[in-house]
């Protein structure tokens, strides 16, 4: 079965850099042709895909993020991470890890909510 869970600190302080790991089990992130994404909902808002990568370690962002967030991964321990610099108010959501199977997010993890204030 596979699982995907989220940790980090819940609160950020702007200007400071969010850091939040996906644990992945049930599955190796190796395993082709699964990409492994991050994705956020801001309050009152919609879902935002951030970024993702792949199987073969190769990285994809947003444009509108791809200045500020960065992803890797450690597959001894089967993780995948985001780190986002330089936050601000706006970047208040709740941050998702989900698995990619060609193009439909197929598994989520429960989300974890980061609020960015000093």
């Known amino acids: 079965q596979v699982q995907l869970e989220e940790s980090g600190p819940g609160l950020v302080k702007p200007s400071q850099t969010l850091s939040l790991t996906c644990n992945v089990s049930?599955?190796?992130?190796?395993?082709?042709?699964?990409?492994w994404a991050w994705v956020r909902q801001p309050p009152g808002k919609g879902l935002e895909w951030m970024g993702a990568?792949?199987?073969?370690?190769?990285?994809f962002y947003s444009p509108s993020l791809e200045s500020r967030a960065s992803i890797s991964r450690d597959t001894s321990k089967n993780q995948f991470s985001l780190q986002l610099n330089s936050v601000t108010s706006e970047d208040t959501a709740v941050y998702y890890c989900?698995?990619?199977?060609?193009?439909?997010?197929?598994?989520w993890g429960r989300g974890t909510q980061v609020t960015v204030s000093s």
């Open positions: 990568i792949g199987y073969d370690g190769v990285t």
């Open positions: 049930g599955v190796s992130i190796r395993t082709k042709y699964y990409s």
């Open positions: 989900s698995r990619i199977v060609t193009t439909e997010f197929d598994y």
